[in-house]
């Protein structure tokens, strides 16, 4: 093959879509930017950009049209605390790798390493709209407690392709309160001495690398690979995400992190709207699943349906999330997102808690989460209210690459189900 | 039904049998006659709130019985259903509802919980107490000896409509035990919750759990024929037990009578007919492996529990008058459950069979309408047209049928039980919540009402009492 040849593959095969004009018309536009909502709105797709989109659109002559009367437009939606792409069936260890409990590698675990782009679980994910989610290592207790940080996280896309990670670390995991007790000998206090322990050996670590690597460091509780992973955190440009759901266990992180400087989300956070001015004033954001409303432990007594409105009227930037490292069940999304609305979040404010929020706090906001003309289009064409059960997608894009609505589970359903009388 | 405490107290001086009948009264006890056991030792203590004459005006009122009725009205009264129909006149005595814009529907029945059993906090040990994994056999036990009625999860699920669950052991045994069905009621205690004169049921487990639990043990079953032994064996010895019992009584009850044995007795019920089989099983050819064990010998399975894969013989399930309790959106989370579709209730109810939307979990419970919107709306993708006048019968009136209640609650048709939800939307939308909730015609939620919020001991003086 010339050079010239093998170029042109290489160009082909990085092309974001196929070279092709489609419009979306006649569907309402959740853009989640400062234009709002567009009732009756168009969409043109030049070749997997987003060329323009409004109410007052021409659609090109050339264009492939797709009808979205009475449906609506969200931005692809974006699952956080998932681990889509690292596990297949969460009961075979071997189809997983979520979590590790090696002692030697707990903050360094790099989990947008190997991960699956094959995984049945992304088109079944997509077809609940889902196109991106931030994979997340919980901790593998399994032989015990014994790592402080659960690893890295990584913002991926659902496209099924080798290059399935939009951006790898982008948080470190920490779980503190009740369960970072248990990995810090039993107590609240002693896994708060122990963090701060840690974040002060990361500094020195990382102002005297040379003499660590003279093995003139001094003495440290983390191997070098743990250290390295958390120089970015200590140095507040990867952000810390914190598990925590007690009120006061919210409180004690945002004071922590304001005196170490460090850039906290806080995960869980069941109890967070007993203290919700306290995190709106440290603008933190929150993760949280809207339907934890029961008290499954002494950390959750105050759980509540409302947490997320509360939070939102606070002015806290939340987002909605399905359960705690989610795989399979990551097709609840819209329904978690949809509860809050029933008990009082804002319908926009619920759908930016699936789309443009974990965009921003995970650092990916300038490629997805939003309806902007030059963008790569990621987004969802529904049949009606994105947040209803009986709303199904009818077209969905992944960064430019429109995806089909199958999946394994069609295909099971198809070979069982009898023909149409 | 009531106590008979006689039986216990002076259980030398009475006849009885086994394990069919009526304990008898001691009209003409023999001298010698061995003590009749008494079924029913844990009996409901059960009172119906207090009730009102009630008229729900101008809502949409899904029935149960395959009816959507706009602008309907139902009328409860004594605790029954009096009426229902489009445009009903009021009779005066009845205090009026405006449900205008509302849908009403019967009350929401679980036919798959663990409340209770495995009670919140559930982080804490000390509150589980729903497997006994000390033996594949457990049939002995009675999950209603683990319900602690102040599990903060049944105040959660009657604000979401549910007016009856069946709890059920875990599924790490071969034989869990006997399962319970409850009303959402507050109470102190398990018997002012117990569903008067609902049959018992018997919680069996196919498939990866026992085995895991039992192999991981280095004891049987260690294997999927492993397990089907270990029903085998245990059938065998209820055959032998009933048989017993069933000649000592054929005998005018001479002689000794044999020994009770709380285990054998329970699978002897099942084979009587009176207790009704509720078997966790994932894989179609699991499912159909039971089936031929009940065939074998000589009992019926009511309730194929999780069945995800149901679908693939969903025409066996029909003829075989087998209801499958399932979810839409579970799957994956081990090996026999990878084949799970979202469309499983609608394929078994489109076979023409009885499908079901179970929770076995306390969040799911507070919304079996929206899983089972979720299951009705993969139906509409695949084309499927079911309703949702049929749809609402997968977590009210099919339930009712694998739980043997079906004559009294499932569905609003006059003379059933008064149990019924004032939705504030159509519960198939994602935005319903259930406003009013009635068990037997009293009010037991009204979410205008504080005094109807939260009753659990456990969160009172707590940060979560004032949620």
């Given at each position: 093959?010339?050079?010239?040849?093998?170029?042109?593959?290489?160009?082909?095969?990085?092309?974001?879509?196929?070279?092709?004009?489609?419009?979306?018309?006649?569907?309402?536009?959740?853009?989640?930017?400062?234009?709002?909502?567009?009732?009756?709105?168009?969409?043109?797709?030049?070749?997997?950009?987003?060329?323009?989109?409004?109410?007052?659109?021409?659609?090109?002559?050339?264009?492939?049209?797709?009808?979205?009367?009475?449906?609506?437009?969200?931005?692809?939606?974006?699952?956080?605390?998932?681990?889509?792409?690292?596990?297949?069936?969460?009961?075979?260890?071997?189809?997983?790798?979520?979590?590790?409990?090696?002692?030697?590698?707990?903050?360094?675990?790099?989990?947008?390493?190997?991960?699956?782009?094959?995984?049945i679980?992304?088109?079944?994910?997509?077809?609940?709209?889902?196109?991106?989610?931030?994979?997340?290592?919980?901790?593998?207790?399994?032989?015990?407690?014994?790592?402080?940080?659960?690893?890295?996280?990584?913002?991926?896309?659902?496209?099924?392709?080798?290059?399935?990670?939009?951006?790898?670390?982008?948080?470190?995991?920490?779980?503190?309160?009740?369960?970072?007790?248990?990995?810090?000998?039993?107590?609240?206090?002693?896994?708060?001495?122990?963090?701060?322990?840690?974040?002060?050996?990361?500094?020195?670590?990382?102002?005297?690398?040379?003499?660590?690597?003279?093995?003139?460091?001094?003495?440290?509780?983390?191997?070098?690979?743990?250290?390295?992973?958390?120089?970015?955190?200590?140095?507040?440009?990867?952000?810390?995400?914190?598990?925590?759901?007690?009120?006061?266990?919210?409180?004690?992180?945002?004071?922590?992190?304001?005196?170490?400087?460090?850039?906290?989300?806080?995960?869980?956070?069941?109890?967070?709207?007993?203290?919700?001015?306290?995190?709106?004033?440290?603008?933190?954001?929150?993760?949280?699943?809207?339907?934890?409303?029961?008290?499954?432990?002494?950390?959750?007594?105050?759980?509540?349906?409302?947490?997320?409105?509360?939070?939102?009227?606070?002015?806290?930037?939340?987002?909605?999330?399905?359960?705690?490292?989610?795989?399979?069940?990551?097709?609840?999304?819209?329904?978690?997102?949809?509860?809050?609305?029933?008990?009082?979040?804002?319908?926009?404010?619920?759908?930016?808690?699936?789309?443009?929020?974990?965009?921003?706090?995970?650092?990916?906001?300038?490629?997805?989460?939003?309806?902007?003309?030059?963008?790569?289009?990621?987004?969802?064409?529904?049949?009606?209210?994105?947040?209803?059960?009986?709303?199904?997608?009818?077209?969905?894009?992944?960064?430019?690459?429109?995806?089909?609505?199958t999946a394994r589970p069609l295909d099971l359903r198809d070979r069982y189900m009898p023909p149409s009388? | 039904?009531?106590?008979?405490?006689?039986?216990?107290?002076?259980?030398?001086?009475?006849?009885?049998?086994?394990?069919?009948?009526?304990?008898?009264?001691?009209?003409?006890?023999?001298?010698?006659?061995?003590?009749?056991?008494?079924?029913?030792?844990?009996?409901?203590?059960?009172?119906?709130?207090?009730?009102?004459?009630?008229?729900?005006?101008?809502?949409?009122?899904?029935?149960?019985?395959?009816?959507?009725?706009?602008?309907?009205?139902?009328?409860?009264?004594?605790?029954?259903?009096?009426?229902?129909?489009?445009?009903?006149?009021?009779?005066?005595?009845?205090?009026?509802?405006?449900?205008?814009?509302?849908?009403?529907?019967?009350?929401?029945?679980?036919?798959?919980?663990?409340?209770?059993?495995?009670?919140?906090?559930?982080?804490?040990?000390?509150?589980?107490?729903?497997?006994?994994?000390?033996?594949?056999?457990?049939?002995?036990?009675?999950?209603?000896?683990?319900?602690?009625?102040?599990?903060?999860?049944?105040?959660?699920?009657?604000?979401?409509?549910?007016?009856?669950?069946?709890?059920?052991?875990?599924?790490?045994?071969?034989?869990?035990?006997?399962?319970?069905?409850?009303?959402?009621?507050?109470?102190?205690?398990?018997?002012?919750?117990?569903?008067?004169?609902?049959?018992?049921?018997?919680?069996?487990?196919?498939?990866?759990?026992?085995?895991?639990?039992?192999?991981?043990?280095?004891?049987?079953?260690?294997?999927?024929?492993?397990?089907?032994?270990?029903?085998?064996?245990?059938?065998?010895?209820?055959?032998?037990?009933?048989?017993?019992?069933?000649?000592?009584?054929?005998?005018?009850?001479?002689?000794?009578?044999?020994?009770?044995?709380?285990?054998?007795?329970?699978?002897?019920?099942?084979?009587?007919?009176?207790?009704?089989?509720?078997?966790?099983?994932?894989r179609a050819d699991?499912?159909?492996?039971?089936?031929?064990?009940?065939?074998?010998?000589?009992?019926?399975?009511?309730?194929?529990?999780?069945?995800n894969e149901a679908y693939k013989i969903a025409p066996?399930?029909?003829?075989?008058?087998?209801?499958?309790?399932?979810?839409?959106?579970?799957?994956?989370?081990?090996?026999?459950?990878f084949d799970a579709i979202e469309e499983n209730?609608a394929l078994v109810?489109a076979a023409?069979?009885?499908?079901?939307?179970?929770?076995?979990?306390?969040?799911?419970?507070?919304?079996?309408?929206?899983?089972?919107?979720?299951?009705?709306?993969a139906?509409?993708r695949a084309g499927i047209?079911?309703?949702?006048?049929?749809?609402?019968?997968?977590?009210?009136?099919?339930?009712?049928?694998?739980?043997?209640?079906?004559?009294?609650?499932?569905?609003?048709?006059?003379?059933?039980?008064?149990?019924?939800?004032?939705?504030?939307?159509?519960?198939?939308?994602?935005?319903?919540?259930?406003?009013?909730?009635?068990?037997?015609?009293?009010?037991?939620?009204?979410?205008?009402?504080?005094?109807?919020?939260?009753?659990?001991?456990?969160?009172?003086?707590?940060?979560?009492?004032?949620?």
């Amino acid at each position: 093959m010339t050079r010239r040849l093998a170029a042109l593959v290489a160009l082909l095969l990085a092309a974001p879509a196929s070279a092709e004009t489609i419009a979306i018309v006649d569907a309402r536009l959740m853009t989640m930017t400062g234009a709002g909502e567009i009732d009756g709105g168009t969409i043109v797709i030049r070749d997997g950009r987003i060329a323009a989109l409004g109410a007052r659109v021409a659609v090109p002559a050339d264009a492939r049209v797709i009808d979205g009367r009475g449906g609506v437009v969200t931005p692809g939606f974006i699952q956080a605390d998932s681990t889509l792409g690292a596990v297949e069936v969460s009961q075979v260890p071997t189809s997983a790798d979520r979590a590790t409990h090696s002692a030697a590698i707990s903050a360094g675990f790099d989990i947008s390493l190997g991960l699956n782009p094959d995984s049945i679980l992304l088109p079944v994910s997509r077809l609940a709209g889902i196109t991106h989610a931030v994979t997340t290592p919980p901790y593998d207790d399994r032989r015990g407690r014994a790592l402080q940080f659960a690893g890295q996280a990584a913002v991926i896309d659902l496209a099924q392709r080798p290059q399935m990670v939009t951006r790898p670390r982008a948080a470190m995991v920490l779980e503190m309160g009740e369960g970072g007790a248990g990995r810090a000998g039993g107590a609240r206090g002693s896994a708060i001495v122990q963090l701060r322990t840690t974040l002060a050996d990361v500094r020195h670590f990382a102002a005297h690398r040379a003499a660590y690597d003279r093995g003139e460091g001094r003495p440290q509780s983390l191997s070098r690979v743990d250290l390295e992973a958390l120089v970015p955190v200590v140095q507040g440009r990867m952000p810390l995400i914190v598990k925590v759901d007690r009120a006061s266990d919210i409180s004690e992180m945002i004071a922590l992190a304001r005196e170490e400087k460090l850039r906290v989300i806080i995960d869980g956070a069941e109890e967070g709207w007993r203290v919700a001015d306290e995190i709106s004033a440290a603008n933190v954001p929150v993760i949280l699943d809207p339907l934890a409303d029961l008290p499954r432990s002494f950390s959750e007594l105050g759980a509540t349906m409302e947490n997320a409105a509360r939070l939102h009227a606070a002015g806290v930037t939340i987002v909605i999330k399905t359960g705690s490292g989610v795989a399979h069940r990551a097709r609840e999304l819209r329904y978690g997102a949809g509860n809050a609305v029933a008990w009082g979040l804002p319908h926009e404010a619920a759908v930016a808690a699936i789309t443009v929020n974990p965009a921003r706090v995970f650092g990916v906001a300038d490629r997805v989460g939003t309806l902007e003309a030059g963008r790569a289009a990621d987004l969802v064409l529904w049949n009606g209210d994105p947040l209803e059960p009986l709303s199904q997608p009818q077209a969905l894009f992944v960064e430019g690459v429109e995806k089909p609505l199958t999946a394994r589970p069609l295909d099971l359903r198809d070979r069982y189900m009898p023909p149409s009388p | 039904m009531r106590r008979a405490a006689f039986v216990l107290l002076t259980a030398t001086a009475l006849a009885g049998c086994a394990a069919s009948g009526r304990p008898q009264p001691a009209s003409a006890p023999a001298a010698d006659a061995a003590p009749v056991f008494d079924r029913d030792p844990y009996p409901s203590t059960y009172h119906a709130p207090a009730v009102e004459r009630v008229a729900l005006v101008g809502a949409t009122v899904l029935t149960a019985t395959g009816e959507e009725i706009a602008n309907g009205t139902v009328l409860m009264e004594g605790g029954k259903i009096a009426a229902v129909g489009a445009s009903l006149a009021v009779p005066d005595g009845y205090r009026t509802i405006d449900a205008r814009g509302k849908w009403v529907t019967p009350g929401v029945i679980d036919a798959h919980s663990h409340l209770g059993a495995w009670a919140q906090p559930e982080s804490v040990d000390a509150h589980n107490d729903v497997n006994e994994m000390t033996d594949p056999n457990t049939a002995l036990v009675w999950v209603e000896h683990s319900v602690w009625p102040q599990d903060p999860g049944f105040d959660a699920a009657r604000e979401a409509g549910v007016t009856t669950m069946m709890i059920l052991p875990g599924s790490g045994n071969l034989f869990g035990g006997r399962t319970v069905t409850l009303k959402n009621v507050p109470s102190v205690t398990m018997q002012g919750m117990k569903f008067p004169g609902a049959p018992y049921g018997l919680k069996i487990a196919c498939g990866e759990n026992p085995k895991r639990v039992y192999g991981g043990k280095g004891r049987s079953p260690a294997t999927r024929m492993g397990n089907v032994a270990g029903y085998r064996k245990a059938w065998i010895d209820a055959q032998d037990y009933a048989r017993r019992r069933d000649k000592w009584e054929a005998s005018g009850r001479t002689g000794e009578a044999p020994k009770r044995d709380l285990q054998l007795e329970t699978l002897a019920g099942v084979l009587k007919g009176e207790i009704l089989v509720q078997n966790h099983c994932y894989r179609a050819d699991e499912m159909a492996n039971m089936i031929d064990v009940s065939r074998e010998f000589g009992f019926k399975i009511r309730t194929f529990h999780h069945a995800n894969e149901a679908y693939k013989i969903a025409p066996l399930l029909e003829k075989e008058d087998i209801c499958v309790a399932t979810w839409a959106s579970w799957w994956g989370y081990k090996m026999e459950v990878f084949d799970a579709i979202e469309e499983n209730a609608a394929l078994v109810h489109a076979a023409g069979g009885c499908a079901i939307i179970h929770s076995d979990d306390p969040i799911v419970i507070q919304r079996l309408n929206q899983e089972a919107a979720a299951a009705l709306s993969a139906a509409w993708r695949a084309g499927i047209r079911i309703n949702k006048a049929d749809a609402i019968r997968w977590f009210t009136a099919n339930p009712a049928k694998a739980l043997g209640i079906a004559d009294r609650v499932g569905t609003i048709e006059p003379g059933k039980n008064a149990d019924v939800v004032l939705w504030s939307h159509d519960p198939f939308s994602i935005y319903a919540r259930a406003e009013r909730v009635w068990i037997d015609g009293g009010i037991v939620f009204d979410r205008a009402d504080v005094r109807y919020r939260r009753h659990s001991d456990f969160l009172l003086g707590q940060p979560g009492e004032k949620r």
